[in-house]
């Protein structure tokens, strides 16, 4: 073969070869989602080839909408190394429902084996209405911390070994924020021992969050939904991690104390986030873990996943 051509097709599988890594100087980044959704308007078979395509290694994936637990599980147990399925919690059983209707939609899903994750609870959680359209399209949800279904969840959680990751919009709560912080570290307080991880960082800001960290050994965060390109596709008061693109210093610096506290997420909802923005925010992540040292880096792409998780270690 002609040296030309070679160095083609050796450029060519090298790509290949890092694609589901975030290159980093010398070596390579694995990086897990360890928070998405998806309904019945998206295959799975084109979550993974989006997962390729952005270089994501693994997901923590639950379903939404009209997708049975068992099409999850099933497709999961067809690609483990891809996809760690999580119980759904989200639903009328659980926004308007009894407890024991509640306790009964878990308990079916964990019977059916395979699941390794809990999806996010819904504490506080705002009407959501499309960025370019007035119609809603996700409900308000709000269930106190306290709540004997919250509580329920959270719960099954422990008994697993899985963190509980709640969504508390601590930006959007209003008058009644502190009252739900109250609450909210009470939680914490009862289970000091458990993983409790708070998606889109509770839309809290450096602050808050270093106090939190600060106060409690068992709280985490999820960067879900914390970048530029997701507040430009969003009315709601979500946190933004960066300047431009890159890590904003106080941000860069927070993860910097405390890298085990902060795991890589994008909590895709519906196929649009899958299929319009996903790659696009990978990406801009991809550049900001190059901001970060290569240990911190690890950490936040993956490490932190597969230690809360138990998941199996993607490499280095």
Known sequence: MPIKR????????????????AVFGSGVIPIIDAHSQYDQEIALDEIIDLMDQAGISRVILSQRGTVKAKQLVTFASRHPDRITPAVRTKG?????????????????????GGFGA????????????HHKKSEAIAPKVVLSPDNP???LALKRAVDRGWPFIAHIE?????????????????LLKEYPDHPVVLNHLGQLKTKDVSRLIEAYGNIHFVTAMCNPISNKNSSQPLVNLFEKKRLAPRWQSLIKAHPDRFILGFDNVWARHWQKIYIKQVQLWKNALKDLPVDVAHQVAHGNAERLWDLPPTGR
Not at 6 to 21: A, F, N, Q, V
Not at 102 to 107: H, R, T
């Open 118 to 129: 809990m999806a996010e609870v819904l504490i506080w959680h705002a009407e959501k209405f």
């Open 149 to 151: 279904k919250v509580k």
């Open 92 to 112: 009328k059983k659980y926004a308007n429902g009894s407890l024991k209707e509640f306790g009964n939609f878990l308990d079916k899903q964990i019977k059916l």
């Open 170 to 186: 601590f930006a959007a709560i209003g008058s009644e924020r502190e009252r739900f912080m109250s609450e909210f570290e009470a």
């Open 6 to 21: 070679w160095r083609i097709w050796s450029s060519i599988l090298i790509t290949l070869l890092l694609e589901p890594y």
